[in-house]
């Protein structure tokens, strides 16, 4: 992700997606787009001071940091607990 447009657009792509897969039973596949999109943060977070839009725009990079970091946070949790869902579904 170069810019933070870009990892928006990708980001709703890769949700929009996990909720068809877990609509479809496919609760694996959900969670693998979830992850595709903490990677996505991630790579972005490591690359942000060379984002182009933010030098354009008069947008607080640590404010934008740290939003993206608490969406981390939610999506992990998500993905853990949708683990152990799925740990236990199976154990059963």
């Not at 607080?60 to 740990?87: K, P, Y």
Request: one cysteine or more; proline letters at 2%; hydrophobic letters at 35%.
């Amino acid at each position: 992700m170069n810019d933070l447009l870009n990892l928006i657009g990708s980001s709703i792509e890769n949700l929009r997606q996990c909720i068809e897969l877990f609509d479809k039973a496919q609760p694996a596949g959900g969670v693998e787009k979830l992850s595709s999109v903490l990677a996505e943060i991630d790579g972005y977070l490591k690359e942000i001071d060379t984002d182009p839009i933010l030098r354009l725009a008069s947008v607080d990079q640590g404010e934008i940091e740290g939003r993206l970091h608490s969406i981390e946070t939610d999506l992990s949790s998500i993905i853990s607990d949708l683990s152990d869902q799925e740990r236990e579904y199976t154990a059963n």
